[in-house]
Each structure stands twice: as structure tokens, then as C-alpha cells.
């Protein structure tokens, strides 16, 4: 089992910043592979970043990329999200999850195994 805590959520007005945390536990973390999601109101849940165990891997959703960035800290057991330049098409549940049976990372929500909370993210325009 692992369990996964968000962090770092709150209203920004738009072109300015938020960092989002991911607290792991239970497992190791650094077998897992992780990514972040978001889910607005009325749509489907939709990938935004992921990133490999090791760290040396990042992908990122076309919507994101050059805005976005995702790391980690192994020894924190810690995932980010460091977002800039937010829009209010960013605003939305932000979700982290964990996957630690690919070999390689993936954007697919349905081969996640373990999902955090949320934390809302709010955009003013």
C-alpha cells in the first residue's frame, strides 16, 4: 500500500505560480514511478506530468510543457509540481498518483495503482 497526501493548493491569479507537494508512505517511493492529474469540473480526469523513480525521466501533457515541472526527493518521499505562468484553464483538482509496475513512465491514469486526495488549484483571470 502506499499512501499519497497533496499539498500547496490555493488561488493565484493568472501568470503567477503555485508548487504542489505529494507526500509518500507505506512503501518505498523510490520504486515507484509518479504522476500528477487534474480533474475539472465536468471533465474527465487528465494527465499533466510524470516522472520516472530515479528522476531522470519527465514527461509533461502538451498543455503544460514549458510552464510545468515536475521532480522529486527520494529521501523526502516527496513528489512536485512546480507550475508558472497559470492560467484559468489550469484551475482544477490536482491529484498525485503512483505506479511502480512499468518499467517505463506512462501517461495512462488507468495503470496508476495508488491516488492521492487532491488539492484544488484556483486561477483568476
Known amino acids: 500500500q502506499v499512501q499519497l497526501v497533496e499539498s500547496g493548493g490555493g488561488l493565484v491569479q493568472a501568470g503567477g505560480s503555485l508548487r504542489l507537494s505529494c507526500v509518500a508512505s507505506?512503501?518505498?517511493?523510490?520504486?515507484?514511478?509518479m504522476g500528477w492529474f487534474r480533474q475539472a469540473p465536468g471533465k474527465e480526469r487528465e494527465f499533466v506530468a510524470a516522472?520516472?523513480?530515479?528522476?531522470?525521466?519527465?514527461v509533461y501533457a502538451d498543455s503544460v510543457k514549458g510552464r510545468f515541472t515536475i521532480s522529486r526527493d527520494n529521501a523526502k518521499n516527496t513528489v512536485y509540481l512546480q507550475m508558472s505562468s497559470l492560467k484559468p484553464e489550469d484551475a482544477a483538482v490536482y491529484y498525485c498518483a503512483a505506479e511502480s509496475g512499468l518499467v517505463y513512465i506512462t501517461r495512462d491514469r488507468n495503470k496508476y495503482d495508488y491516488w492521492g486526495q487532491g488539492t484544488q488549484v484556483t486561477v483568476s483571470s
Open positions: 516522472i520516472s523513480r530515479s528522476g531522470s525521466t519527465t
Open positions: 507505506g512503501r518505498s517511493f523510490s520504486s515507484s514511478n
